[in-house]
């Protein structure tokens, strides 16, 4: 009797060693596509926040000379065209709601975060460019001081955007980095504190 339970002994050892190595290797195969299944997702993040903050950088780098050009206009035909050129501009403007969203949701306070405000601030920014300068002649001084004011806060978004590295387009690595907040989340902050003020200096 004795060496037959010795035999078993001996038997049942090595396969549990071997499914013990299985279930090991298992494992270690499942926590690796969890890694790489969570980086991707990290990297796709990453490929929204450089899109919305390039697109962003691109928006307020070409309304500024628009603004410029309606300060100098002396005609009404001037300024339709301006106008309907910065319709077309007004577009890249959204980018900046993506990019308010993409700081809400990874932020361990999204409630800080107003993503109506992008959207309110591009759209009262169109409002008053299509209003601006309804009659021929150079602008009167009510609407120079709106340009002016307007143009400020545009050379301020540029400002602040600057901050944003807009050549790691070709780095993955820099690219998933996005995704944790570092290096833009500040600007998106900063962003919103100028909105905020452009708004309420409208508004009265």
């Known amino acids: 009797m004795e060496p037959q339970k010795s035999g078993k002994r001996s038997i049942a050892l090595p396969i549990t060693l071997v499914i013990l190595v299985f279930s090991l290797i298992g494992n270690v195969f499942l926590y690796s596509q969890f890694l790489q299944h969570k980086q991707e997702n990290n990297y796709e993040k990453g490929q929204r926040i450089y899109a919305a903050a390039t697109e962003s950088q691109q928006y307020a780098k070409e309304m500024t000379p628009l603004l410029d050009a309606f300060l100098a206009s002396n005609t009404m035909g001037e300024r339709l065209t301006l106008q309907f050129d910065a319709g077309k501009v007004t577009a890249k403007g959204t980018a900046l709601t993506e990019l308010t969203k993409e700081a809400a949701s990874i932020s361990v306070q999204p409630e800080k975060w107003n993503e109506k405000l992008p959207d309110s601030y591009v759209s009262e920014v169109e409002k008053g460019l299509q209003a601006i300068g309804s009659y021929e002649g150079p602008l009167n ?64």
């Not at 590295?165 to 100028?194: K, P, T, Y």
């Open 141 to 204: 001084e009510a609407d120079q001081s709106y340009l002016t004011e307007l143009k400020n806060s545009f050379v301020a978004i540029s400002s602040i955007l600057s901050g944003f590295n807009s050549n790691i387009g070709d780095s993955r690595i820099a690219i998933i980095r996005l995704s944790s907040g570092l290096d833009w989340i500040d600007l998106v902050e900063q962003l919103q504190n100028m909105m905020m003020g452009q708004s309420e200096n409208t508004a009265s």
